[in-house]
Every structure is written in structure tokens, then in C-alpha cells.
């Protein structure tokens, strides 16, 4: 018999993504602002995640075995809602024995002491970074046996994402956009993560799991190797550039350790060029 899975933020970028993939549950998403958008399969719901009587009718009506939270995981807007929301979801999913896991970032670490480990102390120098540190403790305390899942930056090769949407505007628009060759991530395919993801969700696998690419790429690499995907020249005015020249304070190396992952989970992580290739080989 399927298990029945919740993904929070079901109409956002990672979330849709899931529950497209997630053929082996019995599936349903929550929605807040968004339009309601309809899956095959797939039951939405409308759903305030820090109103705790929402919360408990959502979860009566799905009753689910797995939530995947992926909501309230945006920078920008909604910093305010990580909190409250991953601790009444931690509260809920221990209350009614839910296997819950939570989205966490590569952000909550500083940049100055790569690469990262699950255990590595976490010193967030940015509100986003910070509110995701406050969480995962929040959750450790809540639920011990909760999944927090600290990635990096996902991009997708079907369809731009909004970076890289902006990346290729620029090339159209001529407006000066700067790519860092001093800020590292370990960005991982969309489709490959959520792959991934799905196969954490029939595990039982408590506590704090690095899961991002298995390379350390700068922003400018990335982004020279999302235009040449998406078939799209470099213009001039897309340009090098340093964190310091910039003037902003961010976090310049965020490379992490994923060899726990790699240990429990039997779907490799796949590069950027592995995943063009398996990309471009699909539509062929």
C-alpha cells in the first residue's frame, strides 16, 4: 500500500518538482498565495503553515506518513514564517508520529571554514541564513528523529529558473550583470535533487544530511555553463567579479561535504555536465 506524502510549498520551484516525481506516494501539497495549479494525481490545500489550528485540519484531512517541508525556504520575502512554521510542523509530525523532513540551507555556515560538514558549527552572516539555523535547532529539539536537509543552489536545464532567466535577459537587455568567481556553492540539478529527495523519504535517517552537487562551482562557472545549455552567447556586459568589489557582505566559500548522502542513499548526485548530457539525451 502507498505511504501518503505532504510537500509544503507545493506550487514553488522544488516543491512541484517532488510532486511530479513522487509516483511511489499517495500525494498532496499545500499552497498559501499561490494560485491553485492542478497535477495529475496530486490534492492541493490551502494552508497558513504558522496557524497551528490550519496546520492540524491539514494534517487530519491528509493524514500523512512523510512531509516533505519545503515551504518558507525563499529568500527575499517570508523570512519571517521559518521559524514558526518548521517548529508547529516539527510539533505536529512527532505528536502524530509523521516522518518529517525539513529544507534547510548551505547558509547557515559563514563561508570562511570549507568545506562543511553536518557536524561543522553554524555562524549565518545573512537574515535568511540565520532564520534556517534557528530552525534546524528548533527542530533538534522539537523532533529528534526529523531529517534537515542542507543544500545549495538548485538550477533546472528544461526550463530557465529565475536566475538564470535574469542571466539571459541580460544578454538581451545589455544591463551590466556581474557573475562572482570568489563565491562557491555546490549547486545541484533540480530533477536530481528532488530524485534524491524522494528516496530520503522512504528512509529512516534522523538528524542533519549534507545533500548538494559533487562539485564546487563559482558563480561565474555556473553561469557561463547555464548559457551555453540553454544555447545562449555571453554578451560583454556580463562580467567577472569579486564579493569585495561588490561591496556585499556574503558568505564566499559555501562548498560542502555530501559523502554521508552518498554513504546512505543508493541515487548518485550527478554533475552539471552530467546532467546536460542526461538532459539533452531525454529529449532526444
Not at 528544461?158 to 551590466?176: H, M
Request: aromatic fraction near 6%; hydrophobic fraction near 35%.
Amino acid at each position: 500500500m502507498k505511504k501518503r506524502l505532504l510537500v509544503t510549498g507545493g506550487a514553488g520551484f522544488l516543491g512541484n518538482h517532488l510532486l511530479r516525481r513522487a509516483t511511489q506516494f499517495i500525494s498532496a501539497g499545500t499552497l498559501h498565495h499561490t494560485p491553485s495549479i492542478s497535477l495529475p494525481g496530486v490534492t492541493f490545500h490551502v494552508c497558513d503553515l504558522q496557524n497551528p489550528e490550519g496546520v492540524q485540519v491539514l494534517l487530519d484531512r491528509v493524514q500523512p506518513d512523510v512531509i516533505i517541508h519545503t515551504a518558507c525556504s525563499e529568500q527575499g520575502k517570508g523570512i519571517e514564517g521559518i521559524v514558526p512554521a518548521a517548529g508547529l510542523l516539527a510539533l505536529q509530525s512527532v505528536e502524530r508520529d509523521i516522518r518529517f523532513i525539513h529544507l534547510s540551507t548551505d547558509q547557515v555556515f559563514d563561508g570562511t571554514s570549507a568545506p562543511y560538514f553536518e557536524a561543522s558549527p553554524t555562524n549565518p552572516i545573512n537574515p535568511y541564513g540565520d532564520a534556517k539555523a534557528q530552525a534546524e535547532k528548533l527542530i533538534c529539539s522539537l523532533n529528534p528523529q526529523a531529517t534537515i536537509i542542507r543544500t545549495s543552489l538548485l538550477y533546472d536545464l528544461r526550463t530557465p529558473d529565475r536566475q538564470t532567466t535574469r542571466l539571459i535577459e541580460s544578454t538581451q537587455t545589455g544591463e551590466l550583470y556581474r557573475l562572482f568567481v570568489d563565491e562557491l556553492r555546490c549547486p545541484i540539478w533540480v530533477e536530481n535533487f528532488a530524485e534524491v529527495l524522494l528516496e530520503v523519504a522512504t528512509k529512516d535517517i534522523p538528524g542533519i544530511l549534507h545533500l548538494a552537487g559533487p562539485e564546487s562551482l563559482n558563480r561565474w562557472e555556473l553561469g557561463m555553463g547555464l548559457l551555453r545549455h540553454f544555447g545562449v552567447t555571453q554578451t560583454l556586459n556580463i562580467q567577472k567579479g569579486t564579493i569585495e568589489e561588490s561591496g556585499l557582505f556574503r558568505p564566499k566559500n559555501l562548498t560542502m561535504d555530501s559523502s554521508r548522502s552518498e554513504r546512505l542513499l543508493k541515487i548518485p548526485r550527478v554533475s552539471l555536465q552530467e546532467a546536460r548530457k542526461m538532459t539533452v539525451s531525454s529529449e532526444s
